[in-house]
């Protein structure tokens, strides 16, 4: 079992839709994250959230956007998305992000996405 | 950041002690080196990390180069749960955010 909660752990939408996912820690993690994983790939950094702030967006599009409601709480809203946007998204948060900062990350297990 | 290469697969057998190696030849002095792994069907998990000087815990050891050019990750009693993708990543010690970048890592096949 995670510590990092994601729901839904999968989900089917058409490219009109309008869909979020969700992810929620109770850690008293300060940095929170969302990382895509398309099949037999590495993990890649989307987002980074710190104190509730978004400090870091990867150059990604616009249909995904990142909310940050509360310190437990990450949020990805989806949009209008492309069949190539199928993958794991996973969420991931850490304790600090002071400098010398080696908090280990701790994931999820991830929400399922295809879209048709 | 700093790139790692790590061989694309590695096969062990239960009960074996497994030595997965990691090259960094570029790394800096603020980085350290950190070791995840992926079940099938789950999200990255931290293994271990280090400095300088080798590290021990409960699921790993993890040998650091002199030269900081290279690490091994060591799972000294390989079992079937083991079977993962791990991966090495260098993290800067002095970035304020503690993002982390994947590389390929290695697939794990643990043997009966």
């Known amino acids: 079992d995670t510590e990092v909660t994601q729901t839904p752990k999968h989900l089917v939408m058409g490219m009109t839709n309008k869909k979020s996912l969700k992810c929620e820690q109770h850690?008293?993690?300060?940095?929170m994250y969302w990382y895509k994983q398309k099949a037999k790939k590495p993990p890649e950094l989307m987002f980074v959230y710190s104190y509730e702030k978004l400090s870091i967006n990867e150059s990604v599009p616009s249909r995904f956007s990142p909310e940050c409601p509360n310190s437990s709480l990450l949020n990805l809203h989806l949009h209008a998305l492309q069949p190539e946007d199928s993958a794991l998204y996973l969420c991931?948060?850490?304790?600090?992000?002071?400098?010398?900062?080696?908090?280990?990350?701790?994931f999820g297990n991830g929400t399922r996405l295809t879209v048709t | 950041d700093a790139k790692t290469t790590q061989p694309n697969s590695m096969e062990s057998n239960e009960e074996e002690p497994v030595h997965l190696p990691c090259n960094h030849s570029?790394?800096?002095?603020?980085?350290?080196i950190h070791w995840y792994r992926q079940l099938p069907s789950q999200g990255p998990e931290y293994v271990i990390h280090g400095l300088t000087s080798n590290v021990n815990n409960r699921m790993a050891s993890l040998a650091i180069a002199e030269d900081r050019k290279s690490s091994t990750l060591i799972l000294h009693r390989a079992t079937l749960r083991d079977a993962a993708v791990y991966y090495c990543?260098?993290?800067?010690?002095?970035?304020?955010?503690?993002?982390?970048?994947f590389g390929r890592g290695t697939q794990l096949t643990v043997w009966p």
């Open positions: 570029t790394i800096s002095g603020t980085d350290y």
């Open positions: 990543i260098l993290r800067d010690r002095g970035s304020t955010l503690g993002r982390l970048y």
């Open positions: 850690m008293g993690h300060r940095a």
């Open positions: 991931a948060s850490s304790q600090t992000t002071g400098q010398n900062n080696n908090s280990p990350l701790h």
